[in-house]
Nanobody
Framework: QVQLVESGGGLVQAGGSLRLSCAAS????????MGWFRRAPGKEREFVAS????????YYADSVRGRFTISKDNAKNTVYLQMDSLKPEDTAVYYC????????????WGQGTQVTVSS
């Protein structure tokens, strides 16, 4: 069973920064990719960023590229999302997800953490 525990959300003013963390209880060699998604009120869930566990290639949504940085700590099986220059439109519940080497799809999801950016 895979569990994902997120932390780091909160309330911040526009232009500020937050750092999200997601710790996965999964055998390291089973991790293919970890990603962050978000769902704003009244909107569909959308992709934010992801990172390949082997090699470290990163991918970003156009709306966050240059402002957000995804990184990982293999030893801790943890992925981070550093969010800078936050905008009110970044307000959402942020979810982390893990894709295993078996399916290469996001089969496991965290409970979500609220990020609110005030103008």
């Amino acid at each position: 069973q895979v569990q994902l525990v997120e932390s780091g959300g909160g309330l911040v003013q526009a232009g500020g920064s937050l750092r999200l963390s997601c710790a996965a209880s999964i055998r390291t060699f089973s991790t293919y990719d970890m990603g962050w998604f978000r769902r704003a009120p009244g909107k569909e869930r959308e992709f934010v960023a992801s990172i390949r566990w082997t090699g470290g290639n990163t991918y970003y949504a156009d709306s966050v590229r240059g402002r957000f940085t995804i990184s990982k700590d293999n030893a801790k099986n943890t992925v981070y999302l550093q969010m800078d220059s936050l905008k009110p439109e970044d307000t959402a519940v942020y979810y982390c997800a893990v894709a295993t080497t078996g399916t290469k799809t996001y089969d496991y999801w965290g409970q979500g953490t609220q990020v609110t950016v005030s103008s």
